[in-house]
């Protein structure tokens, strides 16, 4: 095995592996499974006779150390009681839910393309040129791909031989003491003489072949062994038939039946019988080889000999023999017959490696549709590196996992109608967010829903009313801005004003200008007077109105009395409030119709100032803002939104937008762009008009939709990047986490 991942097989055949993720397959709308099938036959039909590829699905087990290194959360010594508490409750549940399926089986897919070559030197163009086109199809397919390096080829075959151990290799190692890679890979011993089955270590291992299929095999049958919860390992070794040998085979193999079919009717004329009169199953395999033929000749059909292997092991022979049992039950399900390989097995073993060497000369020939029936998609898994728990993939009952910092986009929605679940599960992620990270966290709270959760993590809850006490300046300005701060903040007075004084027509040019100036005027006064860290309130921007000599200016200044010098002045004040907390709610339930819209952009703008700080101290920032639906309502508010959520990758800002209102968040052209443009959504259970709207907007298919209708609390569908994926999630009830999460009126009454 080089360190460039080419391996040399045997003298003058080389190899590369490249490792593909999963797609899904099984609920992906019809014409687009019809779709990815075509694709699949098209990179099916991209491989000559020249080059050799071998199909590896592996199912192994993953080391539980390191399963829950990866998956709970670190209790801190440092950490106060309470948070130990959560955390250990947290943890608790995430083993229950890992428990529940095959959490303890990671399934890689790999192809590994061989060709033969003179030497190292004239293979590596050849395998690099191959290796772009695979990679080129693979892209096509939607199925993402790496191409392997020689130690991770080589680091794949030791963990193949030595569950749960972590090798302990180095190329400088090899030439230091001149070993070979397979000296690192190979076990301690192996034992074949048993013609079934052979052992190496304390583990007994047996590879077996799908021999006989049925006519109308099911695209399903990998998958479904796939899904058993065993380590397993599939190699589909395929070669192609170069295409005018296969059709000279096809026309022997008619001609052959023709010359059956005229001595059928020869035997029929003897014996006084109509000569049409030829057995159903002749007539058939001539009508099916005519037709191939046909196919061949004039559509996209190839020929390929395809040897099909299946690998299991375990810690004994009895619990080996109950795993190949499985195995077997479910190709008979599908119609496969399988066969052991008596005296065959160190064959089938190095076969069943990808390597790309197939030892076992035992080959079944199929057309191109035959061969990709055997189809190596299923269903995607979430489980990303450092992500945050969400719930179990409602299919094959994994963890799904889900690191949003790495998505392209992390900002996103969680959308679901009343009793759906929707404000439970942005708790559930708030939650983790303060357990696993050391990430800030504010939430505006428009319905006072979150108070108690932030009283329990120790937050800052802020309420803003009319007659508060606490307020908030939107004239304050952050020095941390990339851009022009003043232009910033002239944008945002423009937004405000506008959902003061401009009605359904807007703001006129004539205002915008004098709003736009005033602003100016303002800020440079008060720091020409006082100094840049005095910040001038609406107060002064109001009096720098008055002594505009325009008409449209005094017109402003009369409009915002009622919020400057009126009853609805709480925006009036320098902000007397600390916002430092890590975890902050800012709950407007109070302020009124009147004030709510403009409430939720005076709060989004002073946690714009928050992000900026935390973008020079390198700190993440988590932004939910329940019934987001709000400020979609005004068309300065939605753009400043569009803005914010357009800006957010860059400042380390990663905003969640919630809502139950989805018909009311889908009437506006922002909202829409940002859903299509979001990595992230949660679709809990939707409304009618809702799902036919989503579907369309984020291209789900009708399989995809059963799981947003009528569905019960807690599921729904999770887009993660590329991925779609149905999960369902059922948090322990009897836990501190819960009671301070829910928001059923008969369960908060309940709690402490």
């Known amino acids: 095995m080089i360190e460039d991942g080419i391996c040399e097989v045997e003298k003058g055949v ?39 590829v071998q199909i590896t699905i592996q199912n192994r087990y993953i080391n539980q150390e390191t399963f829950k290194r990866k998956m709970l959360i670190n209790i801190k010594d440092t950490d106060e009681e309470y948070m130990k508490t959560y955390k250990k409750e947290f943890n608790s549940m995430l083993m229950e839910k890992a428990s529940q399926r095959q959490n303890n089986v990671i399934r890689d897919k790999f192809i590994t393309f061989t060709v033969k070559a003179d030497s190292y030197e004239s293979a590596v163009p050849l395998l690099a040129r191959i290796e772009t086109d695979i990679m080129n199809n693979l892209k096509t397919l939607g199925a993402g791909d790496r191409t ?21 290799f180095d190329y400088d190692y090899t030439l230091n003491t001149g070993l070979t890679t397979k000296d690192f890979i190979a076990p301690n011993s192996f034992d074949f003489t048993d013609k079934k089955t052979f052992q190496f270590n304390d583990t007994y291992a047996q590879v077996i072949r799908i021999k006989d299929l049925p006519t109308d095999l099911s695209d399903k049958v990998i998958s479904e062994i796939t899904e058993l919860n065993l380590n397993l390992n599939i190699a589909l070794h395929i070669e ?41 199953e002749l007539k058939y395999s001539l009508d099916e080889a005519e037709q191939l033929l046909d196919d061949m000749q004039h559509g996209n059909q190839r020929m390929f000999v395809l040897t099909a292997l299946i690998y299991t092991c375990a810690e004994s022979k009895e619990k080996l023999q109950e795993q ?52 190596p998609f299923s269903t995607q898994e979430l489980y990303q590196e450092n992500g945050l728990y969400y719930g179990l993939n409602a299919l094959s009952h994994n963890l799904i996992l889900v690191n949003r910092k790495s998505l392209k986009t992390p900002a996103g929605f969680i959308l679901g109608t009343p009793g759906s679940g929707k404000s439970f599960k942005g708790k559930t992620e708030i939650v983790n967010v303060l357990l696993k990270t050391d990430d800030d966290v504010i939430i505006i709270d428009p319905e006072a ?55 359904r027509k807007g703001l006129s040019t004539q205002e915008k200008a004098v709003i736009d100036r005033a602003v100016a005027l303002t800020y440079s006064k008060t720091f020409n007077t006082l100094g840049k860290q005095y910040t001038p309130t609406l107060k002064d921007f109001y009096d720098t109105l008055l ?79 329940d019934e987001i639906y709000l400020l979609f309502q005004n068309e300065y508010s939605s753009n400043y939104l569009f803005e914010l959520y357009k800006r957010a990758r860059k400042w380390g800002l990663i905003p969640t937008g919630i809502t139950q209102n989805v018909e009311d968040l889908l009437l506006s052209d922002n909202a829409r762009r940002m859903l299509s443009n979001s990595d992230f959504i949660i679709m809990l259970n939707q409304a009618t008009s809702d799902r036919v709207e989503l579907a369309s907007l984020l291209d789900i298919s009708n399989p995809q939709l059963s799981f947003v209708t009528n569905v019960k609390e807690g599921q729904g569908l999770i887009f993660a990047g590329n991925s779609i994926i149905p999960f369902k999630d059922e948090f322990p009830k009897e836990t501190e986490l819960y009671k301070m999460m829910t928001t059923k009126p008969e369960e908060v009454g309940k709690k402490k």
């Open 324 to 375: 190949v049992f499985q195995i077997s039950s479910v190709c008979r399900q599908n119609g496969c017959t399988t066969e052991t390989l008596d005296y065959l097995q160190e064959d089938a073993l190095n076969s069943i490696l990808p390597l790309g060497k197939n030892h076992i000369n035992i080959k079944r020939t199929l057309t191109t549709a035959s061969t990709a029936i055997f189809m």
């Open 14 to 52: 080389f190899s590369k592996t490249i490792k593909f993720s999963d797609i899904n397959y099984e609920i992906a709308k019809k014409e687009d499974q019809v779709d990815i099938f075509s694709k699949y036959c098209e990179f099916l039909n991209y491989f000559n006779e020249t080059i050799k």
């Open 449 to 503: 829903e979150y108070q108690y959760l932030t009283q329990c993590f120790r937050g800052t809850n802020i309420n803003i009313s009319a007659g508060s006490r606490e307020h908030i300046n939107p004239m304050d300005i952050s020095e941390e801005y990339d851009e022009n701060p003043l232009k910033l903040k002239s944008e945002f007075l423009l937004s405000l004003c506008n959902l003061i004084v401009g009605g």
């Open 240 to 280: 192609a038939i170069e295409q005018k040998e296969a059709l000279d085979l096809v026309k022997r193999k008619i001609a052959f039946m023709e010359q059956q079919k005229i001595d059928e009717q020869k035997r029929a004329i003897r014996s006084n019988y109509d000569v049409d009169m030829i057995p159903h």
């Open 148 to 168: 392997l390096t020689g130690r991770e080829r080589v680091e794949n075959l030791y963990t193949f031989f030595n569950q749960n151990q972590d090798i302990e």
């Open 547 to 625: 002594t505009q000599p325009e008409a449209e200016a005094k017109d402003v200044a009369l409009s915002l009395e009622l919020y400057i010098k009126g009853s609805l002045s709480v925006f009036a004040e320098k902000t007397n409030i600390d916002i430092n907390n890590r975890l902050i709610t800012f709950n407007i339930k109070d302020l009124g119709k009147e004030l709510k819209t403009m409430g939720m952009l005076i709060v989004l703008d002073q946690i714009w100032n928050r992000v900026t700080q935390n973008r020079q101290k390198g700190k993440r920032t988590w932004l939910y803002i």
